[in-house]
């Protein structure tokens, strides 16, 4: 575009002109709602476990912000990234839990690509997506369709009007929920104890960590007996100490599916050739911000909490932090 069309162009136009398509996008996907909509607000409604969001890019961008609302308003939820996913995370999936899958196209290889694991763990997926005959349209058990007429970019590459179609859904699932579920105005002040964010991540860690039951071996162990314990512990992960109860390692889903990649797997082998050594940990009067900062920059899900002696106390997940306990983000 050239200057005198810079300065020619009626920008307040072309501004309302972009909300237009996207309001043209989200009455497009109105139109359409019928029994999928139901269909995945029951399955959502009696889940037993969590709502787990996962996508991509834009579409993953915006599954976080959906994950954060379905938490905030009484469905507990986390945003799974499907690369994360396929590489261990997946540990932190049960049957009981709803998957929510982003793909406008519906042909995100990422995705897809966990797409049977979810099956074998016998977890339901609700795919949002702008092509009901997808892979992810096909892979699914339920789909609500999201397509749009046009992008608001006017080259048609960029997610515009489709993002907004997809948040627009989501919201209109969580608000559903509200309803279904009774969710009330006290309930909602237990989910935003002292009503703003700051207050709730100086909440200290000692306040949400698990204590009890937690997945831990000696680092003595075999493998065989520290993956029974990571199988058992619902966290994808399991602490090693040493006979004082002192932290010395970790041990992931991630770090056995490398292992069993390896060679180095077996079930009798001890199980420090496999854990991660010296892994990060954190203290009981940390606060809930500081670890979010640190998880989120590691791309970590669990962290060891041990007390001033390095003795393991407890552990902390970060889907307690963003979802399960008394810690959530509200949009």
Known sequence: MTDDQIHQTDWLQRG???LDIEAEGIRAVRDR???SFEAALALLAGCRGRVVVTGLGKSGLV???LAATFSSTGSPAFFLHPVEGAHGDMGSLKADDVVIAISNSG????????????????????????????SL?????IVLDCGVPREACPLGLAPTASTTAVLALGDALAVCLIDWKSFTENDFLRYHPGGSLGQRLRLRVAELMHTEGIPVVNEEAVCEEAVLALDKGGFGAVALTDGGG????ILTDGDVRRAVLRGTYGPRVGVTHIMTRNPRFARQTQSVAELIDIMEQKAITVLPITDDDHRLVGLVHLHDLLGKGGVTFAG
Do not use: H, W, Y
């Open 107 to 134: 042909e995100t290889d990422e995705l897809n690509a966990i797409l049977p694991s979810l099956r074998a763990i016998g977890t339901p997926i609700i795919a949002l997506t702008g092509r009901a005959d997808s």
């Open 63 to 65: 599954g976080r912000k």
């Open 16 to 18: 309302r002109d972009v």
């Open 33 to 35: 709602l019928g029994p």
């Open 246 to 249: 002192r932290l010395t390692g």
């Open 137 to 141: 349209g096909r892979g699914a058990d």
